[in-house]
T-cell receptor, first 114, second 114 residues
Framework: AQSVAQPEDQVNVAEGNPLTVKCTYSVSGNPYLFWYVQYPNRGLQFLLKYITGDNLVKGSYGFEAEFNKSQTSFHLKKPSALVSDSALYFCAVRDPNNAGKSTFGDGTTLTVKP | DTGVSQDPRHKITKRGQNVTFRCDPISEHNRLYWYRQTLGQGPEFLTYFQNEAQLEKSRLLSDRFSAERPKGSFSTLEIQRTEQGDSAMYLC????????????FGPGTRLTVL
């Protein structure tokens, strides 16, 4: 069975500081990993994904994530946070052998203060 | 690009009634997914279609739930004999095809069972 853990319900950072939103996963084999963002009263939006290749992937709005196989982690990062980055972030994993089913974490609320 | 649409956006019903939700995916997308999301949790996988074929169904989906995707276009999710525990946000997503593709989410249908 596949699973995702987002250990922090809430992350608070000051504008201009770097941010990290943590995600660890469990899946058999090599995973497909995704980050989505949800703004208030809007649907989930895709940010970035890891499929294979370079462990550091870059996505929308200046976000990036690093795949670490030994630590089974896929943390979301941004060098300089903006107030507009405040939102709910979800990590998701998919098993390539069962690539129809995605398992999501419970989300992390990011608050960026001016 | 019209995106994924869902109808209705809100549904209030009495316990024991049947409800049906509709999802229109992005037109060229072959895969369509249904999720359920409750407050404080990430989306939970319910089922997915590849064209008109329903390829996987979660054990969360009791016999009261049924989904269809006739002709591989729009999809419907029906809940029979609704229970208060069915109250949730029902999300639809679509993707172009391969398992590594990101999903595009609709705005969701919020169901309240009284």
């Amino acid at each position: 069975a596949q699973s995702v853990a987002q250990p922090e319900d809430q992350v608070n950072v000051a504008e201009g500081n770097p941010l990290t939103v943590k995600c660890t996963y469990s899946v058999s084999g090599n995973p497909y990993l995704f980050w989505y963002v949800q703004y208030p009263n809007r649907g989930l939006q895709f940010l970035l994904k890891y499929i294979t290749g370079d462990n550091l992937v870059k996505g929308s709005y200046g976000f990036e994530a690093e795949f670490n196989k030994s630590q089974t982690s896929f943390h979301l990062k941004k060098p300089s946070a903006l107030v507009s980055d405040s939102a709910l972030y979800f990590c998701a994993v998919r098993d390539p052998n069962n690539a129809g089913k995605s398992t999501f974490g419970d989300g992390t609320t990011l608050t960026v203060k001016p | 690009d019209t995106g994924v649409s869902q109808d209705p956006r809100h549904k209030i019903t009495k316990r024991g009634q049947n409800v049906t939700f509709r999802c229109d995916p992005i037109s060229e997308h072959n895969r369509l997914y249904w999720y359920r999301q409750t407050l404080g949790q990430g989306p939970e996988f319910l089922t997915y279609f590849q064209n008109e074929a329903q390829l996987e169904k979660s054990r969360l989906l009791s016999d009261r739930f049924s989904a269809e995707r006739p002709k591989g276009s729009f999809s419907t999710l029906e809940i029979q004999r609704t229970e208060q525990g069915d109250s949730a946000m029902y999300l639809c997503a679509s993707s172009l095809g391969p398992g590594w593709d990101e999903q595009f989410f609709g705005p969701g249908t919020r169901l309240t069972v009284l």
